[in-house]
């Protein structure tokens, strides 16, 4: 448990890792859509996350319209395949632990 | 201990977006009339060189022309409604790896074509079987219908022995691509109408 990530562990920002981990980028209307967060909430998180070096985030125009652009980075993409390897390993051993019960005669 | 979020679910979320629109269908549907299409003319015309080169020339530029439309719409319809999206590029292996299938599929299907003893059953459960997989993969329900569709396809086209061989093939892409077109027409349309054009685009 201490080996996992808290700041991807946070379920909101655990899916906004994973969506954007399956694409090249996406934008901030596709997030909002995807994680049915609030505008807020969702800023917040991609703040969060921006911060800690996981995603990049570009400010852009499609024709007059502004756009919102955001990218895993390669620290963020390391660390979201380090979570899912570290949940791997601590659900496998719960399976392994089915032993049988010998029941007393 | 679950995570918190189901993480596979979520990840091929990004292709069931870039289908939901249904213009993907359109597209493809589209793309199997023009390439069908265009071979079933070139068997039925005489085989003069000019007139080979010219359908080759109109069925490619046909193909050309859909790709781009379909990306023209994507930006002016799909995404200001449900968002942008990019897919991932493709890798060096994954390149080659779809060039080796497109030259196996084709050359298998020169082949084939050539020996005029195609098997049209053979062709109609290669297609559903790709519809099948496609939809339990993606969850679309659309495909599903496409599948069933193709080995209906098929039965129909056993009533009509004039329609055998290349040409029942030929005849069968068609098909498959008028249904797709039409169910791609009616997924895009059920989508304009649950995602009208917002006012404001962006936070």
New interface residues.
Partial sequence: ?SDLDRLI???AR??IV??L??????????????TKLT?GN??THLIRLEEAGYVEIEKTF?GK?????VRLRAEGRAAFQSY?KS?KD??EP?KMRRVPVQLPT | MEPPVDIDQVTVTAQRHWMEDGLSEIMVGLLFIVMGGGLLVKLALPHWLTLDLLTSALTAAGALGLSWGFKRLKQRITFPRSGYVALPEPTRMRWLFMFAMFGAVGGASALVLSAHSVVVSAFAAVFAAIFLWSGIQYKQASMLWEALLTLIFAVVLTWFPSLSGAVGVLALMVMIGASMAVIGAFRFRNFLKANPRPQEMQA
């Fill in positions: 448990m562990h946070e379920p655990l899916t994973a969506l981990s399956s694409v090249k980028e996406a934008d901030f209307l596709y997030l909002l859509r995807e505008k969702l800023s499609r319209i502004p756009m919102t652009l899912r949940m601590i659900l719960s």
